[in-house]
């Protein structure tokens, strides 16, 4: 199994930046698609964005590309998610997820069997 911990939401004003953190722990680490969705009020869980740990691929949703970037920090089993420019729309509950292996597009949430707890991001 995967332990997945995210940090680093809070509250910010719109134009503002935040940057979350994910620390996974358990099963190896260097071989996994890992990243961020997130769901706000009333709406389906979308994905933000996503790293493949080894290859160092990344995937954002349309959404977020040219304001999030998603990087990794190999030695500390974590993932970033910096957050520029965020706007009131962007104001969701973050979590962090992960998967050895894909059976289909990246920002289905229901291919992603670890996921940890979330995070707050409200943007005002």
């Known amino acids: 199994h995967v332990q997945l911990v995210e940090s680093g939401g809070g509250s910010v004003q719109s134009g503002g930046s935040l940057r979350l953190s994910c620390a996974a722990s358990?099963?190896?680490?260097?071989?996994?698609?890992m990243g961020w969705f997130r769901e706000a009020p009333g709406k389906t869980r979308e994905g933000v964005a996503i790293v493949h740990t080894r290859s160092g691929i990344t995937y954002y949703g349309d959404s977020v590309k040219g304001r999030f970037t998603i990087s990794q920090e190999n030695a500390k089993n974590t993932v970033y998610l910096q957050m520029n420019s965020l706007n009131p729309e962007d104001t969701a509950m973050y979590y962090c997820a992960a998967q050895d292996t894909l059976g289909g597009e990246w920002y289905k949430p229901n291919l992603y069997n670890y996921w940890g707890e979330g995070t707050q991001v409200t943007v005002s």
């Open positions: 358990g099963r190896t680490y260097s071989n996994y698609f």
